[in-house]
């Protein structure tokens, strides 16, 4: 398998941005975008419900602003 190499988070791609998509599955799964669009971090679960997933990915974006605020 090969790896694609990952996009770090830099200060442009501020704010972050959280969506929650419907999979085919009946189930939801939550993206965070950057300000370009981009997915910068998708759930690796998937989740019963909307609001589930909306609190499943707070440590997540908490991180990534950080990160992204700390990166020149």
Same mark, same amino acid.
């Given at each position: ?10 200060? !442009?791609?501020?704010?972050?941005? /959280? ?6 599955? *009946? ?5 965070? /975008?950057?300000? +370009? *669009?981009?997915?910068?971090?998708? !759930?690796?679960? !998937?989740? +019963?419900?909307? +609001? ?8 997540? /974006? ?11």
């Amino acid at each position: 398998m090969v790896k694609t190499p990952r996009r770090g988070v830099h200060q !442009s791609d501020l704010p972050l941005r /959280l969506r929650v998509i419907l999979t085919g599955n *009946g189930c939801f799964q939550y993206l965070i /975008l950057r300000n +370009d *669009g981009t997915v910068a971090k998708m !759930s690796p679960a !998937s989740f +019963d419900t909307a +609001d589930k997933a909306r609190v499943a990915r707070l440590p997540v /974006l908490q991180r990534r602003s950080i990160v992204a605020k700390l990166t020149p």
